[in-house]
């Protein structure tokens, strides 16, 4: 019995250890560590992915801030990761929280808008302001007008010589009109160069286009000149008187005519200009230029804008110079001496409205993160003025004529800043 009893305690030791040796085989504390080592292995892969996956996402919104950051947005530039700082543009700084896994293309953010300044000239180019080919009326004073309305200018009194030196001449002389040399004064002589402020703002529709809406004054001085010259015959009479002892001894009278001599001229002093102008337009940028070498971004550009312009009343003064024809006639000297001034003044346009447009280029350079400074010209356009009634030497009363169209060509620099 009692070697049973042994026997069967031997049995159940050797199971138990046979039992404890299964569970090592299949999963016990020792297979168990392995397979949590192989687990985690694994989920560091996972983790890793997910590390790539957020990489991917980060450089694609990197490489999105790289290529569409433009100048215009003012910070970064287009093609500088240099400078991240989680504005419009570039967005690598923030690229995980920004964009996570749900977006795949870059979104423009703040800022989208941005206000301008600029200041400029425009230098005219073609366009007559004072065009006399349409029927404009000459600035003649009345009183050198005969009833045909023909120019006329007598000298009664003209008088040379001395008695004491033996001889006096004088002569009773008309200067008739017949033609007028009157060239047509352009817009850029009866005004000094225009200077234009400008202010406006700025919306960021695109990545490479903004929209924008300006309001501009312009102001120049009025010039003085623009001759119109009178050409016409001179006639009469020419007496020549001797003296002996201061006592005439006799006259001699005789007739002269010439032909086609200046006998008088008139010039302008036109008053100032003033012009208040609204534009609405847009820019293309394009891909920036002199990155190995500028240390912020320089983006070429060109626009395109419409819009009206209203300019102030235009008048005019006018000087009369009229020849002397005894000088003329007897010694051949042209000396242009009586001037009659018209202090009245004549007005060439009312104040009105004309429309507007330009095309520009030019380049813009990043100045700060927020601020930028751009450089632009290009061609102006602005629609023909009407000019007032004028009154033609009948008395006729001439009314609708217009002028000419203006080109200039602007020279601006504008500054910009981000809200």
């Not at 017949?178 to 700025?202: K, M, Y």
Request: aromatic share 10%; charged share 15%.
């Amino acid at each position: 019995m009692r070697i049973a009893i042994c026997a069967l305690s031997a049995v159940l030791l050797s199971g138990c250890s046979w039992l404890g040796g299964v569970n090592n085989v299949f999963g016990g504390q020792g297979a168990h560590g392995a397979h949590g080592q192989q687990a985690g292995h694994y989920g560091a892969a996972v983790n890793y992915g997910q590390n790539a996956r957020g990489a991917h996402h980060g450089a694609q919104a990197q490489q999105y801030g790289q290529q569409f950051g433009g100048g215009f947005p003012q910070q970064p530039q287009f093609g500088a990761p240099q400078q991240v700082t989680g504005q419009y543009g570039t967005h690598a700084a923030t690229a995980g929280q920004a964009y996570g896994h749900q977006r795949t293309k870059g979104q423009m953010r703040k800022p989208r808008l941005r206000g301008s300044l600029s200041l400029g000239l425009e230098k005219s180019v073609s366009g007559d302001a004072l065009d006399y080919e349409q029927n404009i009326a000459l600035p003649f004073a009345q009183q050198f007008l005969s009833n045909n309305g023909m120019f006329v200018y007598r000298q009664n009194a003209g008088f040379s010589g001395n008695p004491n030196d033996g001889l006096t001449v004088s002569s009773d002389l008309t200067g008739t009109e017949t033609s007028v040399n009157a060239p047509s004064i352009s817009f850029d002589d009866i005004h000094s160069t225009p200077l234009r402020i400008a202010g406006g703002l700025e919306f960021i529709a695109t990545p490479n286009t903004t929209v924008f809406a300006n309001l501009g004054y312009s102001s120049a001085e009025g010039n003085e000149g623009g001759a119109v010259n009178i050409i016409g015959d001179i006639e009469g009479d020419i007496t020549y008187t001797g003296y002996r002892q201061n006592v005439a001894s006799g006259s001699n009278t005789v007739t002269r005519a010439l032909r086609n001599a200046p006998i008088g001229q008139f010039s302008y002093d036109f008053s100032d200009l003033e012009r208040i102008d609204l534009e609405v337009g847009a820019r293309r940028y394009f891909r920036p230029i002199l990155q190995s070498t500028a240390k912020r971004s320089i983006t070429p550009f060109v626009g395109a804008s419409v819009g009206a312009a209203h300019f102030n009343e235009i008048t005019y003064k006018t000087e009369t110079q009229l020849l002397e024809l005894h000088d003329y006639v007897i010694d051949n000297e042209i000396r242009f001496g009586p001037v009659f001034n018209n202090d009245a003044p004549n007005i060439l346009t009312n104040a009105q409205w004309v429309p507007t447009g330009q095309l520009n280029a030019g380049l813009e350079w990043q100045a700060t993160p927020k601020t930028a400074i751009a450089f632009e010209t290009g061609v102006k356009f602005e629609g023909a003025k009407t000019y007032s009634d004028q009154i033609d030497v009948d008395g006729n009363t001439i009314a609708g004529l217009k002028g000419d169209n203006n080109i200039s060509i602007p020279f601006t620099i504008r500054g910009s800043y981000n809200f």
